[in-house]
């Protein structure tokens, strides 16, 4: 067994405080134009088991998102859906979404934002540091 050495340690100290960062800026910010789309598309994968809404983007990062998200049980409005050619109802459902819910979208974009923070942690540095593994 190797025992970590003073630059595991510090490698480990910035990615929890890198972590905290990230997770007070998800509580402190509102949700981005971009973010208000990308949620409810990522709940529509799930429950329809299709990727049509936001299909400009791959869908992994908002699928992963959005697991939290549905778990909370959120309101959303698909009347906006639309399948004609060129639609972009994402934005539609978006602002639908976040009528529907209130104030409590705002936590739901946090949550969503959260689940994200692995990804961005959950690389390992190149001289092979195990403290996080």
Do not use: K
């Not at 971009?34 to 990522?42: F, I, K, N, S, T």
């Not at 697991?67 to 060129?86: Q, R």
């Amino acid at each position: 067994m190797r025992f970590p050495n003073r630059t595991d340690i510090a490698v480990a100290i910035l990615l929890v405080m890198h972590a905290a960062l990230l997770a007070w800026g998800a509580y402190r910010h509102s949700p981005t134009i971009d973010e208000v789309g990308h949620l409810p598309a990522g709940i529509s994968h799930w429950q329809f088991g299709r990727f049509d809404l936001y299909r400009v983007n791959p869908p992994l990062v908002r699928m992963l998102a959005a697991v939290p998200v549905i778990l909370a049980a959120p309101e959303v409005d698909w009347t906006a859906y639309s399948e004609a050619p060129g639609a972009r109802p994402q934005y539609y459902i978006g602002r639908d979404f976040i009528a529907a819910n209130g104030y409590r979208s705002f936590w739901l974009f946090t949550f969503a934002r959260w689940a994200c923070i692995p990804l961005s942690c959950g690389t390992v540095p190149p001289n092979g540091c195990s403290v996080l593994l």
